[in-house]
């Protein structure tokens, strides 16, 4: 049972940065797809980032390209979502999720209890 734990999440000002974690127990993360999706307070959850586990290729939603990147540590087990020039929009409960499926395109079966991070001065 793939087991996802998510931490690094908190309050920031506009304009910094927070790096959020997702842990992984049970399956090695290479092995993974792993999304980190995002859902604010009245709005439908969305897609942030992806890794496919096919080839390592990382996607990222246009409202967080050049300011958000996703990473990976295979020692670790876990997978990183570096986030800056934070936004009051970007507020929201961030989740990881994973799939074994080896590209982003399908559902994910296994997600995390998510973080919350608040972008507020």
């Known amino acids: 049972q793939v087991q996802l734990v998510e931490s690094g999440g908190g309050l920031v000002q506009p304009g910094g940065s927070l790096r959020l974690s997702c842990a992984a127990s049970g399956f090695t993360l290479d092995y993974l797809t792993i999304g980190w999706f995002r859902q604010a307070p009245g709005k439908e959850r969305e897609g942030v980032s992806c890794i496919s586990s096919s080839d390592g290729s990382i996607y990222y939603a246009d409202f967080v390209k050049g300011r958000f990147t996703l990473s990976r540590d295979s020692a670790k087990n876990t997978v990183y979502l570096q986030m800056g020039s934070l936004k009051p929009e970007d507020t929201a409960v961030y989740y990881c999720?994973?799939?074994?499926?080896?590209?982003?395109?399908?559902?994910?079966?296994?997600w995390g209890q998510g973080t919350q991070v608040t972008v507020s001065s």
């Open positions: 999720a994973a799939t074994r499926h080896s590209t982003c395109e399908y559902e994910f079966d296994y």
